[in-house]
Nanobody
Framework: QVQFVESGGGLVQPGGSLRLSCQAS??????MAWFRQTPGKERERVAS????????WYADSVKGRFTISRDNAKNTVYLHMDSLKPEDTAVYYC?????????WGQGTQVTVSS
């Protein structure tokens, strides 16, 4: 079972940028996705990518601001986030898609606040 370790989160002001990384313990799945979750809400998918990175999907709430990319040789997925808003505050996770591994990582906290 592949495991994931997310990193790169932190506290950033509105309008700022962050790049999240997700290191997998093994080979990445054909489709990989980033998800986020806030207390009391279900985890939601925000971006996903195929193996080559030439087919991507974004939630409407992040379209034009977030970019997913991957380095398959390094078993790593990235999420570059620009123009961050307070409503982007959440714990961010990566996982396989559409059938996520049962072993979610610990996630990385992103807090957007002035």
């Amino acid at each position: 079972q592949v495991q994931f370790v997310e990193s790169g989160g932190g506290l950033v002001q509105p309008g700022g940028s962050l790049r999240l990384s997700c290191q997998a313990s093994g080979r990445l799945s054909y489709f990989m996705a980033w998800f986020r979750q806030t207390p009391g809400k279900e985890r939601e998918r925000v971006a996903s990518s195929n193996w080559a990175g030439d087919s991507t999907w974004y939630a409407d709430s992040v379209k034009g601001r977030f970019t997913i990319s991957r380095d398959n040789a390094k078993n790593t997925v990235y999420l570059h986030m620009d123009s961050l808003k307070p409503e982007d505050t959440a714990v961010y996770y990566c996982n396989e898609f559409p059938d996520p591994s049962i072993d979610w990582g610990q996630g990385t906290q992103v807090t957007v606040s002035s």
